[in-house]
């Protein structure tokens, strides 16, 4: 166990609708970073937020957006779901730097219908 | 086209043997190189990291290696066990950018059968 939690673990939404998922980073950690993973393939940086600001984004629509709070935990929103927003959602925490070692959340497995 | 590579997409070995997987990448400059080994549905776990300066790096059964010039690393397994099934995925630090971003390749999926 890393000490990265994710929640929900799993969750069904409908075309058109919002979605925010979260992520409890590690003790002493500052940066959260947030991943799409389709089915086979590697996960997707979405984007990385550092001391309650974003401070690098991937390549995704404004629709995807994200918020990290005081004691370094952090959400992600994502508005206005397609089906091909259908993925595993993972965060990964990492102490503020290059280089250092990113810590993985299980996930959270989202379907559109 | 992928800035990291990886091959081959998927492998099946019998317990006991070793194997190597293989990652190309083009990111450059980079800052270190990681392995992480995923199970189904779970989150990455990290393997090793190695940094451009760094030629080799062992975790138990796990060893990879780094060749900065030819941008190739690989991960090899030895006495592979049924609990090394999952995917194998390298991961690139991108130098070019003032956060600590980076890059996975596309994983290769590993089976070990009795």
């Known amino acids: 166990e890393t000490g990265v939690t994710q929640s929900p673990t799993h969750l069904i939404k409908t075309r058109g609708q919002q979605v925010t998922l979260r992520c409890s980073s590690q003790?002493?950690?500052?940066?959260v970073s947030w991943y799409q993973q389709a089915l086979g393939q590697g996960p997707q940086f979405i984007f990385q937020?550092?001391?309650?600001?974003?401070?690098g984004r991937g390549n995704f629509p404004p629709r995807f957006s994200g918020l990290q709070f005081p004691n370094y935990s952090s959400e992600l929103n994502v508005n206005a779901l397609e089906l091909d927003d259908s993925a595993l959602y993972l965060c990964?925490?990492?102490?503020?730097?290059?280089?250092?070692?990113?810590?993985f959340g299980p996930g959270t497995r989202l379907t559109v219908l | 086209k992928n800035q990291v590579e990886q091959s081959p997409q998927s492998l099946i070995i019998l317990e006991g043997k070793n194997c190597t997987l293989q990652?190309?990448?083009?990111?450059?400059?980079?800052?270190?190189l990681r392995w992480y080994k995923q199970d189904t549905g779970r989150g990455p776990v990290s393997l090793t990291i190695?940094?451009?300066?760094?030629n080799t790096k062992s975790n138990g059964r796990y060893t990879a290696t780094l060749d900065a010039d030819t941008k190739q690393s690989s991960l090899h397994i030895t006495a592979s066990q049924l609990s090394d099934s999952a995917s194998y995925i390298c991961?690139?630090?991108?130098?070019?950018?003032?956060?600590?971003?980076?890059?996975f390749g596309p994983g290769t999926s590993l089976s070990v059968i009795p």
């Open positions: 990964a925490s990492s102490r503020e730097g290059r280089g250092n070692e990113q810590f």
């Open positions: 003790s002493g950690h500052n940066t």
């Open positions: 937020y550092y001391r309650e600001e974003e401070n």
């Open positions: 990652c190309n990448y083009t990111v450059s400059p980079f800052s270190n």
């Open positions: 190695m940094t451009f300066s760094e």
């Open positions: 991961v690139v630090g991108d130098m070019k950018t003032s956060y600590d971003k980076v890059i």
